[in-house]
Protein backbone atom coordinates (compact mmCIF):
# COMPACT_ATOMS: atom_id res chain seq x y z
CA UNK A 1 0.00 0.00 0.00
CA UNK A 2 2.74 2.38 0.77
CA UNK A 3 4.52 1.80 -2.13
CA UNK A 4 1.60 2.74 -4.42
CA UNK A 5 1.39 5.88 -2.41
CA UNK A 6 5.18 6.68 -3.12
CA UNK A 7 4.22 5.70 -6.88
CA UNK A 8 1.25 8.40 -7.04
CA UNK A 9 3.03 10.96 -5.91
CA UNK A 10 6.06 10.94 -8.09
CA UNK A 11 3.37 10.09 -11.07
CA UNK A 12 1.43 13.08 -10.11
CA UNK A 13 4.40 15.35 -9.30
CA UNK A 14 6.05 14.76 -12.76
CA UNK A 15 2.95 15.13 -14.66
CA UNK A 16 1.95 18.21 -12.71
CA UNK A 17 5.29 19.44 -13.67
CA UNK A 18 4.67 18.53 -17.38
CA UNK A 19 1.26 20.06 -17.66
CA UNK A 20 2.23 23.47 -15.73
CA UNK A 21 4.49 24.38 -19.42
CA UNK A 22 1.03 25.36 -20.54
CA UNK A 23 -0.54 28.09 -18.11
CA UNK A 24 -2.74 29.59 -20.42
CA UNK A 25 -4.67 26.98 -20.69
CA UNK A 26 -5.83 26.89 -16.80
CA UNK A 27 -7.26 30.31 -17.59
CA UNK A 28 -8.99 29.00 -20.49
CA UNK A 29 -10.51 26.34 -18.79
CA UNK A 30 -11.32 28.02 -15.95
CA UNK A 31 -13.47 30.16 -18.43
CA UNK A 32 -15.02 27.33 -20.11
CA UNK A 33 -15.65 25.68 -16.68
CA UNK A 34 -17.83 28.53 -15.49
CA UNK A 35 -19.20 29.30 -18.51
CA UNK A 36 -20.66 25.80 -19.16
CA UNK A 37 -22.11 25.95 -15.57
CA UNK A 38 -23.66 29.11 -16.00
CA UNK A 39 -25.54 27.82 -19.47
CA UNK A 40 -26.84 24.45 -17.64
CA UNK A 41 -27.84 27.17 -14.53
CA UNK A 42 -29.37 28.96 -17.93
CA UNK A 43 -30.88 25.36 -19.00
CA UNK A 44 -32.40 24.81 -15.67
CA UNK A 45 -33.94 28.47 -15.63
CA UNK A 46 -35.89 28.02 -18.72
CA UNK A 47 -37.82 25.01 -16.40
CA UNK A 48 -38.11 26.39 -13.20
CA UNK A 49 -38.87 29.56 -14.66
CA UNK A 50 -42.15 29.35 -16.26
CA UNK A 51 -43.05 28.03 -12.71
CA UNK A 52 -42.50 24.05 -13.60
CA UNK A 53 -40.25 21.77 -11.86
CA UNK A 54 -37.73 19.11 -13.08
CA UNK A 55 -39.61 15.44 -11.43
CA UNK A 56 -40.89 17.08 -8.63
CA UNK A 57 -37.20 18.69 -7.34
CA UNK A 58 -37.22 22.24 -5.76
CA UNK A 59 -34.58 24.45 -7.58
CA UNK A 60 -32.10 24.19 -5.08
CA UNK A 61 -32.17 20.49 -5.09
CA UNK A 62 -31.49 20.99 -9.02
CA UNK A 63 -28.83 22.72 -8.57
CA UNK A 64 -27.19 20.07 -5.97
CA UNK A 65 -27.61 17.70 -8.63
CA UNK A 66 -25.95 19.75 -11.24
CA UNK A 67 -22.80 20.44 -9.08
CA UNK A 68 -22.21 16.69 -8.47
CA UNK A 69 -22.69 16.65 -12.29
CA UNK A 70 -20.05 19.44 -12.55
CA UNK A 71 -17.87 17.28 -9.82
CA UNK A 72 -18.03 14.39 -12.03
CA UNK A 73 -16.95 15.89 -14.96
CA UNK A 74 -13.70 17.93 -12.97
CA UNK A 75 -12.66 14.28 -11.96
CA UNK A 76 -13.25 12.96 -15.31
CA UNK A 77 -11.19 15.51 -17.44
CA UNK A 78 -8.13 15.65 -14.24
CA UNK A 79 -7.96 11.40 -13.72
CA UNK A 80 -10.46 9.46 -16.02
CA UNK A 81 -10.00 11.16 -19.23
CA UNK A 82 -6.21 11.95 -19.18
CA UNK A 83 -5.14 8.60 -18.15
CA UNK A 84 -7.78 6.23 -19.84
CA UNK A 85 -7.03 7.59 -23.38
CA UNK A 86 -4.05 6.14 -23.45
CA UNK A 87 -5.07 2.48 -23.23
CA UNK A 88 -5.60 2.76 -27.05
CA UNK A 89 -2.22 4.08 -27.66
CA UNK A 90 -0.65 1.64 -25.89
CA UNK A 91 -2.52 -1.58 -27.55
CA UNK A 92 -2.05 0.34 -30.73
CA UNK A 93 1.99 0.53 -30.51
CA UNK A 94 2.25 -2.80 -28.16
CA UNK A 95 3.84 -0.15 -25.54
CA UNK A 96 1.34 -1.99 -23.05
CA UNK A 97 3.97 -4.70 -22.60
CA UNK A 98 6.26 -2.06 -21.11
CA UNK A 99 3.05 -1.74 -18.80
CA UNK A 100 2.74 -5.41 -17.74
CA UNK A 101 6.32 -5.87 -17.24
CA UNK A 102 6.24 -3.02 -14.93
CA UNK A 103 6.47 -4.95 -10.89
CA UNK A 104 3.48 -2.98 -10.06
CA UNK A 105 -0.63 -3.81 -10.76
CA UNK A 106 -1.05 -2.64 -14.63
CA UNK A 107 -4.89 -1.81 -13.76
CA UNK A 108 -3.51 0.85 -11.05
CA UNK A 109 -0.40 1.87 -13.38
CA UNK A 110 -2.89 3.04 -16.45
CA UNK A 111 -5.84 4.32 -14.52
CA UNK A 112 -3.76 6.49 -12.18
CA UNK A 113 -0.22 7.46 -14.51
CA UNK A 114 -1.15 10.88 -14.88
CA UNK A 115 -3.16 13.84 -13.66
CA UNK A 116 -4.19 16.94 -15.35
CA UNK A 117 -4.92 19.98 -13.11
CA UNK A 118 -7.03 21.39 -16.02
CA UNK A 119 -10.18 19.00 -14.21
CA UNK A 120 -9.77 21.04 -11.30
CA UNK A 121 -11.63 24.43 -11.87
CA UNK A 122 -14.90 21.89 -12.29
CA UNK A 123 -14.02 20.19 -9.20
CA UNK A 124 -13.88 23.39 -6.86
CA UNK A 125 -16.87 24.77 -8.38
CA UNK A 126 -19.17 21.57 -8.46
CA UNK A 127 -18.04 21.56 -4.76
CA UNK A 128 -19.09 25.34 -3.88
CA UNK A 129 -22.15 25.08 -5.76
CA UNK A 130 -23.39 21.60 -3.50
CA UNK A 131 -22.47 23.62 -0.57
CA UNK A 132 -24.18 26.47 -1.36
CA UNK A 133 -27.53 25.26 -2.59
CA UNK A 134 -27.84 22.38 -0.02
CA UNK A 135 -27.40 25.39 2.53
CA UNK A 136 -30.55 27.23 0.23
CA UNK A 137 -32.16 24.14 0.52
CA UNK A 138 -31.92 24.11 4.45
CA UNK A 139 -30.44 20.49 4.27
CA UNK A 140 -28.64 19.90 7.74
CA UNK A 141 -25.11 18.98 8.31
CA UNK A 142 -25.40 16.34 10.87
CA UNK A 143 -22.79 13.89 10.88
CA UNK A 144 -25.19 11.13 9.53
CA UNK A 145 -26.20 13.40 6.53
CA UNK A 146 -22.08 13.73 6.06
CA UNK A 147 -21.12 10.18 6.47
CA UNK A 148 -24.33 8.91 3.79
CA UNK A 149 -23.36 11.70 1.59
CA UNK A 150 -19.41 11.07 1.48
CA UNK A 151 -20.37 7.02 0.83
CA UNK A 152 -22.87 7.99 -1.75
CA UNK A 153 -20.07 10.34 -3.66
CA UNK A 154 -17.41 7.73 -3.17
CA UNK A 155 -19.86 5.20 -5.06
CA UNK A 156 -20.85 7.31 -7.77
CA UNK A 157 -17.32 8.31 -8.37
CA UNK A 158 -16.26 4.46 -8.37
CA UNK A 159 -19.64 3.59 -10.68
CA UNK A 160 -18.17 6.28 -13.20
CA UNK A 161 -14.33 4.76 -13.20
CA UNK A 162 -15.78 1.33 -13.84
CA UNK A 163 -17.92 2.36 -16.94
CA UNK A 164 -14.70 4.66 -18.68
CA UNK A 165 -12.25 1.67 -17.38
CA UNK A 166 -14.37 -1.32 -19.47
CA UNK A 167 -14.78 1.29 -22.57
CA UNK A 168 -11.62 1.83 -22.60
CA UNK A 169 -10.17 -1.75 -21.73
CA UNK A 170 -12.63 -2.94 -24.67
CA UNK A 171 -9.60 -1.36 -26.99
CA UNK A 172 -8.05 -4.66 -26.54
CA UNK A 173 -10.75 -6.28 -29.14
CA UNK A 174 -11.72 -3.04 -30.75
CA UNK A 175 -8.82 -0.40 -31.63
CA UNK A 176 -11.11 2.33 -32.89
CA UNK A 177 -13.28 1.95 -29.05
CA UNK A 178 -12.06 4.71 -28.16
CA UNK A 179 -15.30 7.47 -29.33
CA UNK A 180 -17.29 4.63 -27.39
CA UNK A 181 -15.93 7.18 -24.43
CA UNK A 182 -17.39 10.12 -26.45
CA UNK A 183 -20.94 8.53 -26.82
CA UNK A 184 -20.47 7.90 -23.04
CA UNK A 185 -19.64 11.33 -22.24
CA UNK A 186 -22.78 12.44 -24.27
CA UNK A 187 -25.24 9.79 -22.70
CA UNK A 188 -23.93 10.93 -19.04
CA UNK A 189 -24.62 14.31 -19.71
CA UNK A 190 -28.49 13.40 -18.33
CA UNK A 191 -27.14 13.26 -15.19
CA UNK A 192 -27.07 17.14 -14.79
CA UNK A 193 -30.75 16.68 -13.86
CA UNK A 194 -32.48 15.02 -11.29
CA UNK A 195 -33.43 11.45 -13.13
CA UNK A 196 -37.48 11.69 -11.92
CA UNK A 197 -37.42 14.51 -14.71
CA UNK A 198 -37.32 11.99 -17.71
CA UNK A 199 -40.19 9.88 -18.88
CA UNK A 200 -40.62 6.60 -17.38
CA UNK A 201 -38.72 4.58 -20.09
CA UNK A 202 -35.63 6.81 -20.09
CA UNK A 203 -35.90 6.59 -16.16
CA UNK A 204 -35.46 3.15 -16.25
CA UNK A 205 -32.79 3.25 -18.66
CA UNK A 206 -30.79 5.96 -16.85
CA UNK A 207 -31.39 3.89 -13.51
CA UNK A 208 -30.57 0.45 -15.39
CA UNK A 209 -28.57 0.52 -18.23
CA UNK A 210 -26.59 3.65 -17.68
CA UNK A 211 -26.59 4.20 -14.67
CA UNK A 212 -26.67 7.79 -14.61
CA UNK A 213 -29.11 8.00 -11.57
CA UNK A 214 -26.23 6.47 -9.25
CA UNK A 215 -23.90 9.23 -10.41
CA UNK A 216 -25.88 12.51 -9.77
CA UNK A 217 -29.42 11.65 -8.48
CA UNK A 218 -28.71 9.31 -5.15
CA UNK A 219 -25.81 11.00 -4.17
CA UNK A 220 -28.09 14.52 -4.21
CA UNK A 221 -30.25 13.08 -2.62
CA UNK A 222 -28.20 11.76 0.66
CA UNK A 223 -26.57 15.55 0.37
CA UNK A 224 -29.84 16.73 1.23
CA UNK A 225 -30.39 14.38 3.80
CA UNK A 226 -33.49 12.18 1.97
CA UNK A 227 -31.48 9.05 1.53
CA UNK A 228 -33.20 5.96 2.36
CA UNK A 229 -31.75 3.01 3.33
CA UNK A 230 -32.79 0.81 0.06
CA UNK A 231 -31.34 3.55 -2.40
CA UNK A 232 -27.67 3.86 -0.01
CA UNK A 233 -27.95 -0.15 -0.35
CA UNK A 234 -28.39 -0.17 -4.12
CA UNK A 235 -25.89 2.46 -4.24
CA UNK A 236 -23.30 0.95 -2.41
CA UNK A 237 -23.64 -2.20 -4.24
CA UNK A 238 -23.71 -1.35 -7.97
CA UNK A 239 -20.67 0.45 -6.75
CA UNK A 240 -19.15 -2.11 -5.48
CA UNK A 241 -20.19 -4.53 -8.04
CA UNK A 242 -19.36 -2.19 -10.97
CA UNK A 243 -15.92 -2.41 -9.14
CA UNK A 244 -15.25 -5.66 -9.26
CA UNK A 245 -16.43 -6.25 -12.63
CA UNK A 246 -13.86 -3.41 -14.00
CA UNK A 247 -11.53 -5.62 -12.27
CA UNK A 248 -12.74 -9.11 -13.68
CA UNK A 249 -12.47 -7.79 -17.33
CA UNK A 250 -9.20 -6.20 -17.20
CA UNK A 251 -8.40 -9.81 -16.30
CA UNK A 252 -10.29 -11.04 -18.82
CA UNK A 253 -9.06 -8.43 -21.83
CA UNK A 254 -5.86 -9.10 -21.19
CA UNK A 255 -5.55 -12.78 -21.74
CA UNK A 256 -6.73 -11.85 -25.40
CA UNK A 257 -3.55 -9.19 -25.18
CA UNK A 258 -1.00 -10.35 -28.18
CA UNK A 259 1.30 -7.01 -28.29
CA UNK A 260 0.92 -5.22 -31.41
CA UNK A 261 1.94 -6.56 -34.73
CA UNK A 262 1.38 -10.01 -34.04
CA UNK B 1 -1.17 33.91 -68.81
CA UNK B 2 -4.61 32.82 -67.90
CA UNK B 3 -6.29 29.88 -69.67
CA UNK B 4 -9.67 30.18 -70.45
CA UNK B 5 -12.12 29.89 -68.42
CA UNK B 6 -14.28 26.45 -69.56
CA UNK B 7 -10.59 24.76 -69.34
CA UNK B 8 -10.08 26.21 -65.68
CA UNK B 9 -13.46 25.11 -64.63
CA UNK B 10 -13.41 21.34 -66.36
CA UNK B 11 -9.82 21.58 -64.22
CA UNK B 12 -11.65 22.78 -60.78
CA UNK B 13 -14.78 20.03 -61.04
CA UNK B 14 -11.92 17.26 -62.03
CA UNK B 15 -9.91 17.97 -58.70
CA UNK B 16 -12.94 18.50 -56.88
CA UNK B 17 -13.94 15.00 -57.78
CA UNK B 18 -10.50 13.10 -57.44
CA UNK B 19 -10.57 14.97 -53.64
CA UNK B 20 -14.12 14.13 -52.64
CA UNK B 21 -13.79 10.38 -54.21
CA UNK B 22 -10.56 9.86 -52.45
CA UNK B 23 -11.60 11.32 -49.10
CA UNK B 24 -14.81 9.44 -48.89
CA UNK B 25 -13.14 5.99 -49.40
CA UNK B 26 -10.83 6.91 -46.43
CA UNK B 27 -13.83 8.13 -44.31
CA UNK B 28 -15.64 4.66 -45.19
CA UNK B 29 -12.32 2.92 -43.97
CA UNK B 30 -13.29 4.48 -40.89
CA UNK B 31 -17.18 3.85 -40.69
CA UNK B 32 -17.18 2.26 -37.28
CA UNK B 33 -15.62 5.28 -35.91
CA UNK B 34 -18.02 7.57 -38.01
CA UNK B 35 -21.35 5.69 -36.54
CA UNK B 36 -19.83 6.09 -33.12
CA UNK B 37 -19.76 9.67 -33.13
CA UNK B 38 -22.90 9.96 -35.04
CA UNK B 39 -24.51 8.32 -31.54
CA UNK B 40 -22.72 10.72 -29.63
CA UNK B 41 -24.80 13.20 -30.78
CA UNK B 42 -27.80 12.32 -28.82
CA UNK B 43 -28.35 15.49 -26.70
CA UNK B 44 -31.16 16.87 -28.51
CA UNK B 45 -32.98 12.97 -27.36
CA UNK B 46 -32.17 13.75 -23.90
CA UNK B 47 -33.11 17.16 -24.19
CA UNK B 48 -36.55 16.14 -25.83
CA UNK B 49 -37.35 13.44 -22.75
CA UNK B 50 -37.25 16.47 -20.84
CA UNK B 51 -39.06 18.31 -22.35
CA UNK B 52 -41.96 16.58 -23.05
CA UNK B 53 -41.99 14.93 -19.35
CA UNK B 54 -42.54 18.86 -18.30
CA UNK B 55 -44.59 19.50 -21.07
CA UNK B 56 -47.59 16.70 -19.78
CA UNK B 57 -48.53 19.45 -17.15
CA UNK B 58 -49.18 21.80 -20.22
CA UNK B 59 -48.63 25.18 -20.94
CA UNK B 60 -45.36 25.60 -22.86
CA UNK B 61 -46.99 26.82 -25.95
CA UNK B 62 -45.30 23.93 -28.01
CA UNK B 63 -47.79 20.64 -28.25
CA UNK B 64 -45.40 17.39 -27.86
CA UNK B 65 -45.08 16.29 -31.63
CA UNK B 66 -44.00 19.68 -32.04
CA UNK B 67 -41.16 19.85 -29.65
CA UNK B 68 -40.61 15.45 -30.93
CA UNK B 69 -40.44 16.64 -34.00
CA UNK B 70 -38.58 20.08 -33.35
CA UNK B 71 -35.62 17.71 -31.85
CA UNK B 72 -35.36 15.39 -34.69
CA UNK B 73 -34.98 17.78 -36.94
CA UNK B 74 -32.41 19.25 -34.42
CA UNK B 75 -30.21 15.96 -34.55
CA UNK B 76 -30.45 15.99 -38.09
CA UNK B 77 -29.45 19.28 -38.58
CA UNK B 78 -26.55 19.11 -35.55
CA UNK B 79 -25.39 15.70 -37.67
CA UNK B 80 -24.58 17.16 -40.96
CA UNK B 81 -23.23 20.59 -39.53
CA UNK B 82 -20.68 18.91 -37.13
CA UNK B 83 -17.29 20.76 -37.66
CA UNK B 84 -13.80 19.19 -36.26
CA UNK B 85 -11.12 21.14 -38.82
CA UNK B 86 -9.45 22.71 -36.40
CA UNK B 87 -8.19 19.15 -34.26
CA UNK B 88 -7.00 17.85 -37.51
CA UNK B 89 -5.42 20.85 -38.28
CA UNK B 90 -3.83 20.71 -35.45
CA UNK B 91 -2.44 17.27 -35.80
CA UNK B 92 -1.39 17.41 -39.35
CA UNK B 93 0.48 20.99 -37.80
CA UNK B 94 1.87 18.91 -34.88
CA UNK B 95 3.04 15.98 -36.84
CA UNK B 96 4.75 17.96 -39.76
CA UNK B 97 2.12 16.67 -42.53
CA UNK B 98 1.35 20.50 -42.91
CA UNK B 99 4.52 21.13 -44.81
CA UNK B 100 3.88 18.53 -47.82
CA UNK B 101 0.29 19.70 -48.11
CA UNK B 102 1.20 23.39 -48.27
CA UNK B 103 3.53 22.50 -50.88
CA UNK B 104 0.83 20.72 -53.24
CA UNK B 105 -0.69 23.41 -55.80
CA UNK B 106 -4.22 22.97 -54.33
CA UNK B 107 -5.15 25.71 -51.26
CA UNK B 108 -5.14 23.87 -47.80
CA UNK B 109 -8.87 24.30 -47.50
CA UNK B 110 -10.29 22.80 -49.70
CA UNK B 111 -8.30 19.19 -48.89
CA UNK B 112 -10.69 19.55 -45.51
CA UNK B 113 -13.80 21.37 -46.90
CA UNK B 114 -14.01 17.61 -48.69
CA UNK B 115 -13.09 15.35 -45.57
CA UNK B 116 -15.93 17.45 -43.89
CA UNK B 117 -18.31 16.52 -47.13
CA UNK B 118 -17.40 13.23 -47.43
CA UNK B 119 -17.20 12.45 -43.49
CA UNK B 120 -21.21 13.79 -43.76
CA UNK B 121 -21.99 11.43 -47.04
CA UNK B 122 -20.42 8.48 -45.07
CA UNK B 123 -22.68 9.49 -41.90
CA UNK B 124 -25.70 9.47 -43.84
CA UNK B 125 -27.19 6.18 -44.02
CA UNK B 126 -26.74 5.52 -40.06
CA UNK B 127 -28.54 9.06 -39.27
CA UNK B 128 -31.55 7.75 -41.85
CA UNK B 129 -31.70 4.81 -39.98
CA UNK B 130 -31.78 6.21 -36.58
CA UNK B 131 -34.39 8.43 -38.05
CA UNK B 132 -36.31 5.91 -39.39
CA UNK B 133 -36.17 4.00 -35.61
CA UNK B 134 -37.37 7.32 -34.22
CA UNK B 135 -40.22 7.46 -35.53
CA UNK B 136 -41.05 3.28 -34.92
CA UNK B 137 -40.41 4.55 -31.05
CA UNK B 138 -42.68 7.49 -31.71
CA UNK B 139 -44.95 6.86 -34.95
CA UNK B 140 -47.14 10.04 -33.69
CA UNK B 141 -44.55 11.94 -35.07
CA UNK B 142 -43.88 11.02 -38.25
CA UNK B 143 -43.98 13.69 -40.38
CA UNK B 144 -42.44 13.95 -43.95
CA UNK B 145 -41.82 18.05 -44.75
CA UNK B 146 -42.75 19.70 -48.28
CA UNK B 147 -40.23 19.65 -51.09
CA UNK B 148 -39.68 23.31 -50.78
CA UNK B 149 -39.25 23.40 -46.89
CA UNK B 150 -37.01 20.07 -47.33
CA UNK B 151 -34.93 22.02 -50.23
CA UNK B 152 -34.83 25.16 -47.94
CA UNK B 153 -34.16 23.37 -44.98
CA UNK B 154 -31.16 21.71 -46.68
CA UNK B 155 -29.99 24.69 -48.07
CA UNK B 156 -30.04 26.09 -44.79
CA UNK B 157 -28.13 23.45 -43.50
CA UNK B 158 -25.38 23.33 -45.67
CA UNK B 159 -25.25 27.84 -44.79
CA UNK B 160 -24.62 26.56 -41.65
CA UNK B 161 -22.40 23.82 -42.21
CA UNK B 162 -20.41 26.80 -44.27
CA UNK B 163 -21.00 29.34 -41.59
CA UNK B 164 -19.33 27.33 -38.65
CA UNK B 165 -16.63 25.84 -40.69
CA UNK B 166 -15.51 29.47 -41.52
CA UNK B 167 -15.65 30.83 -37.98
CA UNK B 168 -13.81 27.57 -36.36
CA UNK B 169 -11.32 27.54 -39.75
CA UNK B 170 -10.34 31.25 -38.58
CA UNK B 171 -10.12 30.41 -34.72
CA UNK B 172 -7.87 27.61 -36.14
CA UNK B 173 -5.36 29.71 -37.58
CA UNK B 174 -4.13 30.61 -33.96
CA UNK B 175 -2.81 27.23 -34.76
CA UNK B 176 0.28 29.06 -36.15
CA UNK B 177 0.90 30.62 -33.47
CA UNK B 178 0.18 27.80 -30.47
CA UNK B 179 0.33 24.73 -30.16
CA UNK B 180 -2.63 23.64 -27.87
CA UNK B 181 -5.03 25.75 -29.83
CA UNK B 182 -7.80 23.61 -29.42
CA UNK B 183 -8.46 24.54 -26.25
CA UNK B 184 -10.10 27.58 -27.51
CA UNK B 185 -12.41 25.59 -29.53
CA UNK B 186 -14.18 25.09 -26.28
CA UNK B 187 -14.52 28.28 -25.50
CA UNK B 188 -16.38 28.95 -29.45
CA UNK B 189 -18.31 25.79 -28.24
CA UNK B 190 -19.94 27.08 -25.29
CA UNK B 191 -22.27 30.34 -26.88
CA UNK B 192 -22.85 27.66 -29.39
CA UNK B 193 -24.18 25.00 -27.44
CA UNK B 194 -26.44 27.39 -25.15
CA UNK B 195 -27.29 29.69 -28.26
CA UNK B 196 -27.89 27.46 -31.13
CA UNK B 197 -31.45 26.05 -29.82
CA UNK B 198 -29.83 22.21 -29.11
CA UNK B 199 -30.78 22.38 -25.75
CA UNK B 200 -34.29 24.06 -26.28
CA UNK B 201 -36.04 25.16 -29.02
CA UNK B 202 -35.26 29.28 -28.73
CA UNK B 203 -38.83 29.95 -28.89
CA UNK B 204 -38.91 28.94 -25.73
CA UNK B 205 -36.24 31.04 -24.06
CA UNK B 206 -36.86 34.21 -22.34
CA UNK B 207 -37.90 37.35 -24.82
CA UNK B 208 -35.06 39.07 -23.94
CA UNK B 209 -32.47 36.04 -24.37
CA UNK B 210 -33.56 35.69 -27.48
CA UNK B 211 -33.69 38.62 -29.29
CA UNK B 212 -29.75 39.04 -28.24
CA UNK B 213 -28.94 35.37 -29.23
CA UNK B 214 -30.82 36.58 -32.78
CA UNK B 215 -28.00 38.70 -33.39
CA UNK B 216 -25.37 36.14 -32.55
CA UNK B 217 -24.46 33.80 -35.20
CA UNK B 218 -25.81 30.70 -33.07
CA UNK B 219 -29.65 29.97 -34.03
CA UNK B 220 -28.76 30.17 -37.36
CA UNK B 221 -26.80 26.55 -37.26
CA UNK B 222 -29.16 24.49 -35.41
CA UNK B 223 -32.82 26.12 -34.54
CA UNK B 224 -33.23 27.71 -37.82
CA UNK B 225 -32.65 25.15 -40.02
CA UNK B 226 -34.14 22.69 -37.80
CA UNK B 227 -37.60 24.56 -37.67
CA UNK B 228 -37.67 24.94 -41.34
CA UNK B 229 -37.39 21.06 -41.27
CA UNK B 230 -40.10 20.69 -38.75
CA UNK B 231 -42.25 22.64 -41.30
CA UNK B 232 -42.70 26.05 -39.00
CA UNK B 233 -42.73 29.47 -40.45
CA UNK B 234 -39.07 31.48 -39.85
CA UNK B 235 -38.19 34.59 -41.76
CA UNK B 236 -36.38 32.44 -44.08
CA UNK B 237 -35.07 35.70 -46.50
CA UNK B 238 -34.06 37.76 -43.47
CA UNK B 239 -31.86 34.59 -41.21
CA UNK B 240 -30.27 33.70 -44.72
CA UNK B 241 -29.68 37.42 -44.62
CA UNK B 242 -28.04 37.22 -41.27
CA UNK B 243 -26.06 33.79 -42.01
CA UNK B 244 -24.39 35.69 -45.22
CA UNK B 245 -23.70 38.83 -43.30
CA UNK B 246 -21.71 37.12 -40.37
CA UNK B 247 -19.85 35.16 -43.37
CA UNK B 248 -18.74 38.55 -44.72
CA UNK B 249 -17.46 39.42 -41.08
CA UNK B 250 -15.00 36.48 -40.65
CA UNK B 251 -14.13 35.36 -44.90
CA UNK B 252 -11.42 38.68 -44.28
CA UNK B 253 -10.37 37.79 -41.32
CA UNK B 254 -9.74 34.14 -41.79
CA UNK B 255 -8.00 35.21 -45.36
CA UNK B 256 -6.27 37.96 -43.27
CA UNK B 257 -4.88 35.30 -40.52
CA UNK B 258 -3.89 32.63 -43.09
CA UNK B 259 -1.61 35.13 -45.07
CA UNK B 260 0.69 36.26 -41.79
CA UNK B 261 0.39 32.52 -40.55
CA UNK B 262 1.53 31.11 -43.68
CA UNK B 263 4.62 33.89 -42.81
CA UNK B 264 5.01 32.83 -39.43
CA UNK B 265 4.84 29.24 -40.63
CA UNK B 266 7.92 27.39 -40.12
CA UNK B 267 7.37 23.70 -40.00
CA UNK B 268 7.08 22.03 -36.60
CA UNK B 269 10.80 21.29 -35.19
CA UNK B 270 12.49 23.95 -37.06
Known amino acids: MGRYLTTLRVFWIASLTAELEYQANFLIELVATAGNLLGSIFVLSLFYGRGQSLGGWSWEGALVVLGVYTLLEGVTSTLLQPNLSTIVAHVRTGSLDFVL???????????????????????????????????????????????????????????????WFVLAASSIWFVKIWNATEVLRSVLVAGRFPVSAFPAGLRAFFTFVVPVAFLTTVPAEAILGRATGPWLLAGGTVAAGSLVVSRWFWRFALGFYTSASS | MRRPLRQRLAHGRRIAAVLLSSQYAYMLEYRAEIVLWALSGVLPFIMLGLWSAVDAGGGLGMGPLQLARYFLAAFVVRQFTIVWVMYTFEEDNLNGRLSPYLLQPLPLVWRYVAAHLSEQVTRLPFVALLVGLFFLLYPAAFWWPSLSSLLLGMLATLAAFALRFLMQFTLTMVCFWSEKASALERLLYLPYLYLSGLVAPLALYPEGVRNVAFWTPFPYMIDVPARILAGETVPVGQSFAAMAAWAALFLPINLLLWRRGLRHYSAMGA
Open chain 1, 101 to 163: LKPIDSQFWLSARTFSPWGLPGIALGAALIGYAAWKAGASPAPLTLLAAALMLIASLLILYSL
